[in-house]
């Protein structure tokens, strides 16, 4: 249980978890986006996207 508490009360560690496990997940499929991508669209976090 200690490692649960860890991981929930780190924002920074969950949200890079998340990205990291959806980011490789997606490559398995064939994704191209990039990590950074990927934290974009899981966050809503426009400033990584470029146009």
């Given at each position: 249980m200690r490692i649960l508490e860890f991981i929930l009360?780190?924002?920074?560690?969950?949200e890079?978890?998340?990205?990291?496990s959806t980011y490789h997940?997606?490559?398995i499929e064939?994704?191209?986006?990039?990590?950074a991508?990927?934290?974009a669209i899981l966050y809503?976090?426009?400033s990584?996207?470029?146009?």
């Open positions: 009360s780190k924002k920074e560690y969950l890079d978890f998340i990205t990291r997940s997606n490559a064939g994704s191209t986006l990039t990590y991508e990927t934290y809503n976090d426009n990584f996207l470029t146009i």
